[in-house]
């Protein structure tokens, strides 16, 4: 089987395996932020099998990017509650992962593995991680907001970190929360509207922005912790008792404590509720 690497670019590599024509982290600009290309962007790759993005930082989920390359017959492979950034685009398929998860392209087998990424910036370098104060689910700030904020930020940033373009506005690296729960109603009858207040009490709860255990929403590295959670099940008008509570994200199950990174921010997940009668 023939194979070609081509390096187009930071992260973005064409990986021509046979048949099958992968592209990672597609950055197809001139530049993202403070990122600068020294040559000319690179060519359109031409029909592709999939797009992989390994984790969510803008130089590696560049949406713009994304967008010219989505198409009816190309797949997008994304980390597990990433899809939804790529909502609106073009591709035949978007398939979420976490690792350990293996799919089929064309007869190549993709292994997802863990993203190991120093989010660590070197001295000079200021990132400031914006989050909208909407209603959606994962709130994430436009390309005008970024360029109004970074601007603001030039305009009073010492002349080095300024004239070096040293600032990065960005979203934040959201960590999708899961939940599992069985639930104990007072009675059969209330048990569509106790599913249906219990979820959008976690909704709400998991919000990035209005959620929270004190509705002032998830502090970036703020771990979640079952009693958050079951203090606000357990409060809901029918539910007589949570009777099991799990949480989880990107498939792996946590205990008492679901551990967030230092700078990732809480978001909703997949959320499956089962109604039982004491």
């Known amino acids: 089987m023939s194979r070609r690497i081509t390096w187009l670019g930071h992260a973005t590599l064409l990986l021509e395996l046979g048949g099958t024509r992968l592209l990672t982290d597609p950055v197809m600009r001139n530049r993202i932020a403070h990122l600068r290309r020294h040559a000319d962007p690179p060519a359109d790759p031409g029909p592709l099998d999939a797009v992989l993005v390994s984790h969510v930082h803008h130089d590696h989920l560049d949406r713009p990017s994304l967008r010219r390359l989505a198409a009816p017959a190309t797949t997008a492979v994304v980390p597990a509650g990433a899809g939804s950034l790529l909502s609106g685009m073009r591709f035949g398929t978007v398939r979420e992962v976490t690792a350990g998860d293996e799919l089929t ?17 070197r001295p000079g370098h200021i990132t400031v991680v914006v989050v909208p104060a909407t209603r959606e689910a994962r709130p994430w700030p436009s390309r005008g ?4 904020v970074r601007d603001h930020l030039l305009a009073r940033a010492e002349a080095t970190v300024a004239g070096l373009h040293r600032i990065e506005v960005t979203g934040p690296d959201y960590v999708a929360v899961d939940v599992d729960a069985t639930i104990a109603v007072l009675a059969d009858a209330e048990a569509g509207d106790v599913e249906a207040r219990a979820r959008a009490a ?31 099940l357990e409060r809901l008008a029918g539910v007589d008792a949570v009777a099991r509570l799990e949480v989880s994200t990107g498939g792996r199950i946590a205990g008492e404590r679901l551990p967030v990174p230092r700078h990732g921010t809480v978001a909703v997940g997949r959320i499956r509720l089962v109604l039982t009668r004491t």
């Open 105 to 121: 392209l064309t007869g190549t087998t993709v292994r997802a593995v863990e993203a190991w990424h120093d989010g660590r910036r």
């Open 145 to 148: 907001l970024r360029e109004e």
């Open 202 to 232: 976690l909704e709400r709860l998991l919000h990035p922005v209005y959620g929270g255990p004190e509705g002032r929403g998830w502090p970036p590295g703020r771990d979640v912790y079952l009693s958050d959670l079951a203090v606000v």
